[in-house]
């Protein structure tokens, strides 16, 4: 599974975005964000779909976020990681 290219990355650029008004990370490049240091989240492509693989409790997991509700899924994700710190 490849890392997102900008042309998959434009396809989820809602969910960037909203990613990016969360607060508490950086975007070391696009679609790519660190927690402090330490990277915390990326998109791969893949013929299945695009998928994010975050890092909760130090440990990876993936994502789909093909469909809106898998995207909120992320995002909840998401808010309990950086609520736990």
Request: hydrophobic content about 40%; glycine content about 8%.
């Amino acid at each position: 599974m490849k890392h997102a290219t900008p042309a998959a990355l434009d396809l989820i650029e809602p969910l960037l975005q909203r990613v990016r008004d969360l607060g508490g990370l950086k975007e070391k490049s696009r679609g790519v964000f660190c927690r402090g240091s330490s990277a915390f989240l990326h998109f791969h492509e893949d013929p299945a779909g695009m998928f994010a693989d975050l890092r909760a409790d130090g440990d990876w997991a993936r994502y789909p976020v093909n469909r809106a509700s898998e995207q909120t899924s992320l995002v909840r994700a998401i808010k309990a990681s950086l609520g736990a710190r």
